[in-house]
Structure formats: structure tokens, C-alpha cells
């Protein structure tokens, strides 16, 4: 018997303003199932069941970028102006999470997937191919080693991240990664005052500011979630990201 995610139309309609087409469901549906499959294997993620699947895998990845595409949010100008695809990363993607959503429902940009792990990596090169995603490539690596490469560093408009160390460290793997411009999204659960305060110190040093937290709740459960937008207004010093593993151990 087949899992099936549940459709929830409505609810993607009066949460985003936007709702699945048909071949998109398909795709969710067998993302889902390659998911489950490959868990078999490997330890992808622990949340598998179709509703909980889809508020906190699918929802929960489309909601910090979803409505900046739609013309009625009040922060459509988050959005780097660019008459080119948006080039878009997510660092730390793990078992695809947001960027895989994002490349189904945003076909007009190409995303980068970054993950250290190769076995993670392998496995998303095969849901690529199963669901014919051609916008997206991956690559295996770390935040601190390609922020420092000519070719990353500053060659994205977006960097998406979630679910991945402190805020302040999140900003040290985006920011060098942005062009001036840019956005990173950090997606995170609880959100506090004092954490807004480091942020704000390590984005000063990164070229950075903080445009915008969003405090929302997840439509099935009511988890209380928070998006933070940064925006990379200048230069990051090009001894950002320090050497692999200090920002996490001495975070800015």
C-alpha cells in the first residue's frame, strides 16, 4: 500500500497563496516515497508520516520562500531584483530539505545542493533524475570550503539554510556565498531577542543586515516557526568563512 500525502489545497492556498499544480503533487507525492524508501538504507529523516511529512518537509520548506514569489506579500522587494534565473543554494540540504521542494515549485531558478556527506549526496543526484529536475545540481562539500571558492562565492541571489547550527554561523556560510544583493533565508523553530542580537553582530561583520523575522505558526500542529531574511548590502572580508569547523565552534 502506497503512503499518500494528503493534498491540502486549500490549506496551501490560504497559507501561501499558491497551491500545488497536478504534475507538482505528483512530484511531492513521489518524493515522498523515494524518501521513505531511501530510509531504508539510510538515516534521511525521522518524519514519515504523510501529514507530518508534508507540514514539515513540504510546508515548512516552501513557506520561507513561497510568498516572496507572490505579488500580494508585503516583502516581494526581499527579492533580489534579476531579469536572469535566480541561482539559489541550500547549504546543509540533508535529505533535500528546502531546496528540492524549491526546485519542484520554482522551476525558473537553478539550485545548488550542498550537503558534506556523499552518501546523501549520491541519493539526491537520484531523486533528481527520478523526477526529471533539471534546474538543480548538487554538490558534496562544506559551507566553510566553497564560500572560500571563486566559483561560489558570491555567485548566488539566494542562499537558503535550515536547520543548521546558531543564526550567526547560518550567516557565515550564506553571506560570502551571496552576491551583493543577495538574500539568505535561515529558517528556524523558536526564535529569542538575544539571539536577534548576535545575529545582528555577526551580519555587521559580514556585510549584512537583517531585513526582516517572521514569526509564524505551522497550519497543522501550530509549531511556532521564524524566517529571517538576510540581505548582504556589502563585501564580505575575504577571511570569511573561517577555516572548516570555526564558526561553529566560535561562532561570530
Not at 15 to 33: R, V
Not at 189 to 218: M, P, R, S, Y
Not at 235 to 250: I, M
Request: proline share 6%; glycine share 6%.
Amino acid at each position: 500500500m502506497t503512503n499518500l500525502l494528503p493534498e491540502m489545497a486549500e490549506i496551501w492556498q490560504q497559507t501561501l497563496n499558491w497551491q500545488p499544480t497536478l504534475q507538482q503533487q505528483a512530484q511531492f507525492q513521489k518524493l515522498y516515497e523515494l524518501i521513505l524508501e531511501g530510509n531504508r538504507q539510510q538515516n534521511l529523516t525521522r518524519i514519515v508520516e504523510p501529514q507530518e511529512f508534508w507540514e514539515k518537509h513540504l510546508w515548512d520548506s516552501l513557506r520561507g520562500i513561497v510568498p516572496l514569489l507572490s505579488a500580494n506579500f508585503s516583502s516581494t522587494s526581499l527579492l533580489p531584483y534579476s531579469s536572469a534565473p535566480l541561482a539559489l543554494i541550500d547549504i546543509g540540504t540533508g535529505a533535500g530539505f528546502p531546496g528540492i521542494p524549491v526546485t519542484i515549485t520554482v522551476p525558473n531558478c537553478t539550485i545548488t545542493l550542498l550537503d558534506s556527506t556523499r552518501k546523501k549526496i549520491t541519493f539526491l543526484d537520484n531523486i533528481l533524475t527520478e523526477l526529471a529536475l533539471t534546474n538543480a545540481k548538487t554538490i558534496v562539500g562544506r559551507a566553510e570550503e566553497i564560500g572560500q571558492h571563486p566559483q561560489h562565492r558570491q555567485a548566488y541571489d539566494i542562499a537558503l539554510i535550515r536547520a543548521v547550527g546558531a543564526a550567526s554561523v547560518c550567516a557565515e556560510y550564506t553571506l560570502p556565498l551571496l552576491k551583493q544583493g543577495g538574500l539568505a533565508i535561515i529558517y528556524r523553530g523558536n526564535w529569542t531577542k538575544e539571539e536577534t542580537t548576535d545575529l545582528q553582530n555577526a551580519v555587521n561583520q559580514l556585510g549584512g543586515v537583517i531585513e526582516l523575522i517572521e514569526k509564524f505558526t505551522t497550519p497543522l500542529s501550530d509549531s511556532i516557526r521564524h524566517c529571517l531574511y538576510v540581505r548582504k548590502v556589502a563585501n564580505t572580508p575575504a577571511n570569511f568563512p573561517r577555516a572548516v569547523g570555526v564558526p561553529s565552534q566560535k561562532p561570530l
